[in-house]
């Protein structure tokens, strides 16, 4: 099948490159001439593990290929998916510009039936506006249909290749038909593809976001609980994560949850219940809570310090919202940056993928290292912000004899207590007995 893909970002380079590994003929089409031109020239421009290896396989065959001639894109296609950013506005609802700009050119650019879908995380009703867009330079007969995307950064490529399921919505046969054809090689183990009306299709995208970031702050909260009380959070998680009804995932405390994704949803979905007159008072909670998780160790770290941060140095590890990404939007390290360096504080950061990104947005004002080491020699405390795996086994004498002090913030609980006291570290981490060594 052709297939045209609207837009080059996480979502749309990866849709495009997994479906040309079926066979399909892809075009992936972006306005970003910059970036075009390094993937025409065989530069992927994200990191997602495993997709360089089919990026390469299938540009070589030809079967993907990339334009910024929107026309040139399309030519032939029988299913366009838009791909396209959805930002939050100021209010948090989504911003729709790049989506309908793109559906009021496709419009005069049909020549036959084609299928167009919304890949890309928008409002209930959206399939609606984007329809009414083409229909206005239109001439053939067409149809949207709403297909969100459930891809997790750092492993996209698994679920795209084996999803938990496919939603499609649409109420028509034709498209149902020809969406059914396209998917069929990757629910072959019987995964369902399941079909609705448009609207909750949209809807259910947002509600699966919005519940996931819900389960990760009622654990947040009971983390805050447990310190409270001297219970720990690592036990409790274990207690209710081996019920069937409400299962192991997503229980991990931390300092919150980022990405493009949960904070952007959340948001969208709360302004959308708003609009509908309906006060989500969960979703409102889900907000504050995640907001204030994102710096809950400061406090700790002041305290330790006698009351200030000023003169000493912070080695960060971890920069990405979560790890095997290299995506920075809404990462809990850049909020405890931001107050490390109100602070008075130097900071020191290592981070195996997102470092680039970052240096977009503090430049200079912070040091970059090549190793976790480096960041720590010299440093005051170590602080956890992601949990890359290189983190969760590190050889603790070296980081005694760099460290100034032996003590570490952990905003992702990697270390077992009882181990980080036979060390002798002092050690925070979330939910958790407090040790002092």
């Known amino acids: 099948m052709k297939i045209a893909v609207v837009g080059t970002g996480y979502v749309g380079l990866v849709t495009g490159t997994c479906f040309a590994e079926t066979g399909n003929t892809v075009t992936c089409i972006d306005i970003d001439q910059e970036k075009i031109k390094k993937l025409q020239n065989g530069q992927i421009t994200i990191y997602e593990p495993g997709l360089e290896q089919l990026f390469e396989?299938?540009?070589?065959?030809?079967?993907?290929?990339?334009?910024?001639?929107?026309?040139e894109g399309i030519k032939e296609a029988k299913m366009i998916f838009l791909a396209l950013p959805t930002p939050p506005g100021e209010d948090g609802s989504a911003d729709l510009?790049?989506?309908?700009k793109v559906a009021e050119d496709l419009g005069p650019l049909l020549t036959?039936?084609?299928?167009?879908?919304?890949?890309?995380?928008?409002?209930?009703?959206?399939?609606?506006?984007?329809?009414?867009?083409?229909?206005?330079?239109?001439?053939?007969?067409?149809?949207?249909i709403s297909n969100p995307e459930f891809l997790r950064e750092g492993v996209a490529v698994e679920d795209f290749m084996k999803p938990?399921?496919?939603?499609?919505?649409?109420?028509?046969?034709?498209?149902?038909?020809?969406?059914?054809?396209?998917?069929?090689?990757?629910?072959?183990?019987g995964n369902p593809v399941i079909f609705m009306d448009e609207r909750s299709a949209e809807l259910t995208k947002y509600a699966a976001n919005a519940f996931l970031a819900a389960k990760i702050t009622f654990m947040n909260e009971i983390a805050n609980l447990c310190e409270l009380l001297g219970a720990d959070v690592d036990a409790v998680r274990k207690?209710?994560?081996?019920?069937?009804?409400?299962?192991k995932r997503f229980l991990f405390a931390g300092i919150g949850y980022g990405g493009s994704c949960f904070p952007k949803d959340v948001q969208a979905l709360a302004k959308s219940s708003k609009d509908a007159k309906y006060d989500f008072k969960m979703l409102n909670a889900v907000m504050d809570v995640n907001h204030s998780q994102k710096t809950k160790l400061v406090p700790a770290m002041k305290k330790y310090f006698g009351g200030s941060l000023k003169g000493k140095t912070i080695a960060v590890w971890g920069l990405a919202f979560k790890p095997h990404t290299d995506d920075i939007r809404e990462a809990p390290a850049l909020y405890n940056i931001e107050e490390?360096?109100?602070e008075g504080a130097t900071v020191k950061a290592h981070d195996p993928e997102g470092a680039e990104n970052v240096k977009k947005i503090f430049?200079?004002?912070?040091q970059y290292t090549e190793t976790p080491y480096q960041a720590v020699e010299g440093a005051d405390a170590v602080f956890i912000a992601t949990e890359w795996p290189e983190f969760r086994t590190p050889d603790f004498d070296k980081l005694s004899s760099l460290l100034k002090s032996k003590?570490?913030?952990?905003?992702?609980?990697?270390?077992?207590?009882?181990?980080?006291?036979?060390l002798g570290y002092s050690y925070f981490s979330i939910g958790r007995e407090a040790v002092n060594g």
Do not use: H, W
């Open 407 to 422: 003590v570490i913030f952990d905003g992702r609980n990697l270390y077992e207590l009882q181990m980080m006291k036979d």
């Open 363 to 366: 430049g200079d004002k912070i």
């Open 57 to 71: 396989r299938n540009t070589k065959q030809g079967r993907l290929t990339f334009t910024t001639n929107l026309s």
């Open 112 to 144: 036959e039936y084609t299928v167009i879908v919304d890949k890309s995380t928008v409002p209930v009703g959206t399939a609606e506006k984007v329809r009414a867009k083409i229909a206005t330079g239109c001439k053939v007969e067409f149809d949207v």
């Open 340 to 342: 490390f360096l109100k």
């Open 164 to 189: 938990d399921r496919v939603v499609i919505g649409t109420s028509s046969e034709k498209a149902k038909k020809i969406t059914e054809t396209l998917y069929a090689p990757f629910v072959r183990q």
């Open 97 to 100: 510009k790049y989506v309908l």
């Open 239 to 247: 207690g209710i994560g081996t019920d069937s009804r409400i299962g």
